[in-house]
Each structure stands twice: as C-alpha cells, then as structure tokens.
C-alpha cells in the first residue's frame, strides 16, 4: 500500500512538473509540422528573434567540455582548422553550431553488433559527421536480419556482418574515415574511443566493458542498446563527472531594457516588443546600459520574481547612477555537470526512468525486470524465446519473478505476466521501426558525448509499442517462420498482419529526408511487396545539402530527381517492393493525376512534407476520401507525429497555429532593433532590385501598350513606385559596362546607409519626442548613424562587389576577374564622385506600426504616371530589338553565386547604422533564407514512430491504440498521448463529424435538394459550389432557379468542369434549424451520373 501510494504521489508531482516547465513543448507539439522556423544561432536551433551575446561561462563550459571528450588515452583538442563543408552541413550547423560540429569532426566512435539497430545508429552518426566509426561484429548475416538491416541482401547470408555493409556506410560521408572489426573486443581496443555502443551484447559484458569505461582516465562513453520486438532499452554512462555545454540547444533568451530601478533590490522592466522567457535563478548580463553603465561590467548577474516583462535584480543599485536610456539583458547559459553511474551500480539502483506514455507510469520497472530476465534466459539456454511458445515465456516469467524477489527496495508489487509473455515471444525480432526510432534516439546521445550539446538521456530509457501488436497472443502456428525475410516481424504479428502489409497501396507524399527514411522502413516492413503498390511523389530534386540527412541519396544523384532515386535505392533494399516514382506537386492542379480512381484505391497516406499549404491540402483529400493519413514533421532536434484516422481522431487541419509575428513594415525600413529586421529588409531589397524589378521591365518591354494602360487605369503610388524603378534601370542607370555597374552598386551604398539615415535623423533628430512628450528614440528604436564608404573596409567592398555582379547579371555583362581583387576594385570605387546629400524639409517617414505600406499616395500621382510613361516610351528607344533583363530568383543554397553575399552585407551595413551586431554568412543565409534545422537522428525518430503506428492501421486499432508523439531529443523528453477525436455534430437523429459526406444520389433539382434537408429537419438557405453562390433564399430572383437541376446550376454558374470519369460532384449548404440555429452540415456530394 506504501509503495503504491507513493507511486501515486510521484506521478502527481512528476505531472505538475512536466506540464509548468514544458507549455512551450507543447504548444510546439502542435506546430511542428506546421511552422518551420529558421535557426540563427551558432549553438541554438530555435529563431533568433533578438540579438544575442552569449556570456563568459559559454566559453568555460566550451574549455570544460573539450577536457571530459578527450579519447586515445589523453586529453583531445577540438580541430579548430577543421574545415567545415557547409553547403553539405548547413541544416546540421542550423542545429549545432560550428563549434560542436568540430568537436565531432575529432571524435571517434565504437559501434558493436550490425543488425538493425546497429546499421541506424552507425548511419545516423556517419551523416553527422565524426572523425570515424568502427563497426564491430563476429556475426553472420542471417536472413532473419533482413526485417531491419537494409544494408543486408539475400546474396549476404552467410557472410559477416560487419563486413557485408561497410561498403555501404562509406558511401554515406566520404570524410568519416570506417574501419571494421571481427575479433573480440578487449579494454585495449575500447581505449582508442571517445564512445563506444553495444547493440548485442550479455549483461555480464556490458558491465564488464563499462566498467572499463567509467573508470578510464579521460572516461569513454558507454552506451548499451537493445531492442527486443516491440519493446527497446537505452543505457547511458558518460562518466563520473560529465560536463553538458548546452542543455537544451536554444538560444539564450534576451530583452530590451525599457527601465531600471534605483533599489535593492532593484527593478527591471522590459519593452512589450515580446515576453520574457526569463526564470527565477537565472544568470544574465547587461550591455549598452546608458547611465546606469555599472551594470555594463559583463559580470552574470542573478534574477529573481521573473515576469513577462520584467525581473528583480538580486543588487542593490541604489548607488548605482540613474538609468537613462538602451540596454540590452541577455540569459547567460550554464553548463550542468552530471554523475553518471555505472551499469553494475544503476541496474541495481536505476533511480528515476525516462517516461515516454503516462498511461504507463509503472511500465519501465516491468521492463527493467523484463530485459534483466530475458539476458538470464539466454546466458541459461543459448537461445531467445521461441516466437509463441508458451513454455519459453512461462520460464522466462519464472526468472523475473525470482529476481523480483531478490530486488530489495526495488521489489514491484505486482508483475503483469501477459506482458512478460509478449515480451518473451517476440524477443528475438528486431523490427525496423523500433530500429530506426532508437538508432535516432542513440545516435542522438552518441552526438552529445562527443560534443557535450544537449542533455544526455540520464540514464535508463524503456520503451514499448504493445499498442501496435494483435490484441489476441499469437499461436506458435502463427508466429513460426516461414524461411523468408519477414520472420522477424512475422515472430511479432503474425502471417495475417504480414499479408495485410505486402498487399497494401500506400501513398507517400513526399522523397526528402522523411521521405527516404519512410521507403526504406516500408520496403524492410515488407510494404507493398506483394499485390500492393506504393506511389512516392516529389517534384524537387536533389542537391548537396540533401546528402547530409536524405541518406538514400549519393553525391553523383545531384540534380536528378528525388521521388525516383529513392525509389529506385528502396528497391535495392528489397526487390520485391512495387514502387512507382511521380515528379508530381501534390495540389489542386494535378487532380486530373491524383484523381478518384487514384485517392479511392488507397489504403494509407504518408506525409513526408515540409509545408504548411501542402499537408493541408493533402488532409483535405484524406479527409474526403476517408483515408488514414500518418503525419509527422522535424525541427532541428524535435519532432512530432500524429495520427490522422477516419472517424476515430481529428484532422490535421483542426486545430491551426496562431499567425508568426512579423515585424511592422515601418520596424524594418526605418527602426531595426535586431538583426532579424535587417535581414528581412535585405531579402527584400534584393528581391525588389533583381527579381521584381526586371521582370516587371520586361513586362513592360513585351507588351507596352497594355502595360501603359493598366499602370494609367490604377493611377495609384504603387504604379508610379513600379515605374519609377523601370524607368531607372531601363533608362535613367541602365548599365552598359561593368563600370557602369560599379558605379550603380556605390550609388546604392550612399543611398541605402547614408542619405537615408541621413534624412531620418534629420526628420527625427536624437533628442526628438512624440506627441505625448515622451522620447522618441526610446526602446526597441536606436538612432542611426550615417556610414562613411571607405574602399579599405572589406565589408563596404564586398557590398559593391556582390551587388555589381548581380546587375551585370541582369544585363547579361560578363564579369571581369578584376572584381574579385580589393586592391584593383578600391581603385576604381575611389575614382567614383557622388553629389553631396542634403536632407529635405517634410520629408514623410512612416512610423504607424500598423501600416501595411510605405508608398505615400499623392494628388499628382496620375501626371506622374503620364510623366514616366513619356520618359519610357523616349529611353527605350534606342534598345536593341527584344532586349531583355534577365530577373535573379534567390538561392540560398549556392556559394557561388554571389546571392548571399549581397544579403549579408545589406544586412550588414544597415546592422552597423543602428550598432546592431552584425553576423557572418552562414547566419545570414539561416534567417534569410530560412533554413529548417534538420538532423538525420529526429528523421529516424520519427519516421519510427510512424511506422508502429503503421502496423495499427492494418489491424483496425481503436482510437484509444494510437499514439500522437512529440519528442526533442536535446532535452531528451518524449510525450506520447491518445489522438484526439473529431468534434461530432447531432441533430434529431442525425450525427457527423468533419469525417462525414452526405451522399445523394440522382440529378436532382435544386427544389429536390431543398426537400431532402427538410427532410431532416433542417432548412437550406445557402448553396454553394466552389467560390459561386448557386442558391440563397435572400434574393429573389434564385427562385427562378429552384426548377432547374443542380448540376447544370454548377456547370454554368460555377464554371465547373466535371470530367467525363466522376459521377460527382459537391456543394457546400448552410443549414439553419427550425428554431433558426445554424449547423456546420457535411459536404454534400450529388451523384448525377
């Protein structure tokens, strides 16, 4: 009774903890998939929405960190000259920053046992990116191991392990130097290794090599993996003293000082620009503080009573002098050192288990039982439980429960023997989907060893999927192999489920990195491989960046199509799968490829997208044709799945994120206060300029007439702006020359970073106030400051340089080699003289947050339009016949086209106006071009996930078997929960969901249709098709209509083409009650045909 009401006690206090300090994490649960946000940070994955500047104990948990990762028997020095390939890595840098990515370029990794589990993991790590891995296995290929290792091909059997896939796992990271190792393991070797994974080993060598590992001076990291059917285990031990960098990967958090108190202790308030995220007991630092400068001294300093916009400071500052103006608080973030324990101590002490289910609170002490158990029976009879044998699971319950008895303290009330029964049976198996889902979560931890990024799993992690198996135990007849490769997951679910599977149709939406991970998990599930077919569409195609996480891609497949090299490459896994490849956007234009007949003979939809637009069309189509759709989506190192199941859950598109915040249009023109704002600005100058510009010139060129003629009809600021800006670079500075670029790209200088500021300052001088007499130039503004161009300053040279290449490009004016020499390039620059700028009285600067544009109307925007269009019509003239601009669509993902360049020193020099701090080019490529952080190991996770809610599909699950998931595995947490149901609707005898179509049949008039809802006790007053309006009992003259039939009212007034093939077709109907309440009713559907 104790024990079980502490148990209740410790759930209540586990919860509140959980649900106090993760609302972020679950509130990101639900916009994963939906909102991707780009990563700035060079330790951080999350969006740097303000500037940060990480304090002095980053650098010493840095120094820390390099000591504890040290391996080949002494202390190993992070590579600083290592050079980082970041058009390969430039999502995993979005993730980890450079300086954990050099920490793992010089790390050396042990990987034992290469089936399924050891295969991921080594794939995982290999992607990273370390110095090398050494795969170790004395084993043969059986073809029992073809159910998880894709390496593995019928041709292997027989051969070892290690030695039938390494091939392979070279071809994944040409610099991650692979050996091999066949012989047994001794100290000796383990000695040459930062970390080192065990996948299929005994207890009794685990503790023994752990031990070794613990006590190592430096100590190695030691993790012991398994995965035993539907049930898996991690151990960690990462030495007695192990010092984590970053715990959670996101950036530290920052405000804008708005006040500061004179008091002890004193008061700080933030501006309401957004809430802090600060905590009781945090570190923070102060810069730029005007006035109260003592707080300037970079010394971390501890707060107290965090609220949304302010904190006390735990000093007195009543000495201190008064605080005037600025200043910026940044959270400093600590290292957290951890004290592992070994093996032999945690297995009998295994202290707090990470949780994944609260419905199974008390399941990881049974699994801790459970695995100890099954390691007994194998040292006792050599062998794993055979699949369905009673007699075997009996013996196996019979060991548990005599190591129950012995267990002390850690005694369990009560053993569940129908667990302990599945368990034994499907023991042996290892299934692809727990493989690939652990080799995330342990090459995740593999990562954080070697780096000392992220929150190390401390220290047991027990998982089940028994949600997934047939409810009813399988019979030995059942579960016996067939000599085939799906024995393992036949062990598991049976012949039955195994059928279902290879004669599946399966829709996977999608070939990028949870694209492949998807096909290689099906093809090893056997999915599709019989009378079944799998369709995988992508109209994308491969490119460098891909290669660091899409792992069925190779670096000679760049540029060729993704949908049909990760089909072809899941064929290579198993031959028997039947996929076809479509290049095909899924979307309402390809409805004629993606129609009826195709949607109607599904049985699953995968999702492996990564937008918003297209997984809510995709749910739109699974929701009208009533078929399940598996969702899922990563960020850096997040994740989350969801269930989509007809009649049983919500669609995805049921709930929606609230709308990202974006900065007023007034903030980025004229008052950045982080870099965010500059980048944003120089993304769209460079758009405006080499994209909108030309192509909207060259519109004008093809057909001036109506171009003219629609910019007079507007006769609105927005044509004029359009045609002044056509008029300058068709005539006014249309360039001939390279010299003539040069010359447009220092013009742009002056303009941008000193005539600008210039007027700014001028029409809002430093001491400025507003209306109510409070200062203007108040937080979040900072006041400008005028650039002076010097040919000396790289940056200033490198603005001209980029931006003189790119419009030479858009006049087709070949670069010279000069360009790219300072020295040659400064000399030409100096000679360029341009006018002295003189600000202007009445200058009108937008500052009302809420404007939607900066373009002011005037009453002479007409005669400037007829102005502009005069001074075309005589410039162009003289160009030659079917000239042409050549407009610049931004690509953030090529070095060498100078795109990225020019973005960075826009945001540069507009940074360095307002004293922002400026940052480098692979930030400035993160935020512009709004990279996803992506890392194989969330793939893997997730993907995992998925496909153990795969099996549930084809066994007709109940609602209360699924699982929704979201999990980051820098924390690491893992929160799985029932999905929840659809909203229901019912009226009289009536009742839906958003499931639900009414279906009529026959060509019905619309006075038919009418009836048929009074029928039901509903009035119809509204019928639409599409965006067309067929029916309201408002107006008078649709009665004329109420005779005629539906589908000729939709074919003319709707302009709704039905192909020759549907026999369908929908309206939507407003219905009201007979007491006037509206009802949300189904889409209705008339089968006229």
Sequence with gaps: MIQTFLLLVAVVIFFRLLTSGLNAAIASHRMLPKKRTAATGEEGSSKQSKRVRPGDSSALAAQQCDLVMGGDGGTAAVPSDVEIDEDLHSRQLAVYGRETMRRLFGANVLVSGLQGLGVEIAKNVILAGVKSVTIHDSGTVELWDLSSQFYFSEADVGKNRAFACVDKLKELNNAVNISVLTTELTEEILSNYQVVVFTDSSLEEGIRFNNFCHNHSPPIAFIKADIRGIFGSVFCDFGPDFTVVDVDGEEPHTGIIASISNDNPAVVCCVDDERLEFQDGDLVLFNEVKGMVELNDGRPRKIKNARPYSFTLEEDTTGYCAYEAGGIVTQVKQPKVLNFKTLEEAIQNPGDFLLSDFSKFDRPPLLHLAFRALDAFCAQEGRFPAPGSGEDAQALIAIAKRLNDSAGDQKLDNIDESILTKFASGSKAVLN?????????????????????????????????????????????????????????????????????????????????????????????????????????????????????????????????????????????????????????????????????????????????????????????????????LESGTLGPKCNTQMVIPHLTENYGASRDPPEKQAPMCTLHSFPHNIDHCLTWARSEFEGLLEKTPSEANAFLSNPQEYKSSARSAGDALSREMLERIVECLVMERCHTFEDCIVWARKRFEDYFVNRVKQLTYTFPEDSTTSSGARFWSAPKRFPRALQFSSTDPSHLSFVASAAILR???????????????????????????????????????????????????????????????????????????????????????????????????????????????????????????????????????????????????????????????????????????????????????????????????????????????????????????????????????KERLGRKVSELAKEVAKLDIPPNRKHFDVIVACEDDEGEDWDVPLVSICFR
């Design 433 to 629: 989907p727990m493989a690939a889902m652990f080799g995330g979560i342990v090459g995740q931890e593999v990562l954080k060893a070697c780096s000392g990024k992220f929150h190390p799993l401390f220290q047991f992690f027990y998982f089940d999927s028994l949600e997934s198996v047939p409810s009813e135990p399988l019979s030995a007849e059942d579960a016996a192999p067939t000599g085939g490769r799906y024995d393992a997951q036949i062990a598991v679910f049976g012949r039955q489920v195994q059928q279902k599977l290879e004669n599946a149709k399966v829709f996977v939406v999608g070939a990028g990195a949870l694209g492949c991970e998807f096909l290689k998990n099906l093809a090893l599930m056997g999915v599709a491989c019989g009378s079944g077919k799998l369709t995988v569409t992508d109209d994308d195609v491969i490119e460098k960046s891909n290669l660091s996480r899409q792992f069925l891609f190779r670096d000679w497949n760049i540029g060729q199509a993704k949908s049909t090299v990760a089909s072809t490459a899941a064929l290579s896994i198993n031959s028997s799968l039947n996929a076809e490849a479509l290049q095909n956007r899924i979307s309402q234009d390809t409805e004629n490829i993606f129609d009826d007949v195709f949607w109607g003979g599904l049985d699953v939809v995968i999702n492996a997208l990564d937008n918003v637009k297209a997984r809510l069309y995709v749910d739109s189509r699974a929701v009208y044709f009533q078929k399940p759709l």
């Design 808 to 1038: 030479a490009e858009t006049y087709g004016i070949p670069r010279p080699v000069w360009v790219l020499d300072p020295k040659q390039l400064g000399e030409v620059v100096d000679k360029i003289n341009l006018p002295e700028f003189k600000p202007k009285q009445g200058v009108k600067i937008v500052t009302d947050e809420k404007a939607t544009n900066l373009t002011a109307s005037s009453l002479d925007d007409a005669a400037v339009i007829d102005q502009l269009i005069s001074t075309l019509d005589d410039g162009t003239k003289s160009l030659p016949t079917g000239f042409r601009l050549v407009p610049i669509q931004f690509e953030k993902d090529d070095d060498t086209n100078y795109h990225m360049e020019l973005i960075a020193a826009l945001a540069n020099m507009r940074a360095r106006n307002y004293e922002i701090p400026e940052v480098d080019k692979l930030k400035a490529k993160f935020i512009a071009g709004k990279i996803i952080p992506a890392i194989a190991t969330t793939t893997a996770l997730a993907t995992g996930l998925v496909c153990l809610e795969l099996y549930k599909v084809f066994q007709d699950k109940g609602v209360e078997d699924y699982r929704n998931t979201f999990a980051n595995l820098a924390l690491p947490l893992f929160s799985m929960a029932e999905p929840v149901p659809p909203k229901s609707f019912k009226h009289g005898e009536l009742a839906w969901s958003i499931w639900d179509r009414w279906v009529i049949q026959g060509d019905l008039t619309l006075t038919e249709l009418l009836e048929w809802f009074q029928a039901k006790g509903l009035t119809a007053y509204s019928i639409s098709c599409g965006q067309s309006l067929l029916y309201n009992s408002l107006f008078p003259r649709h």
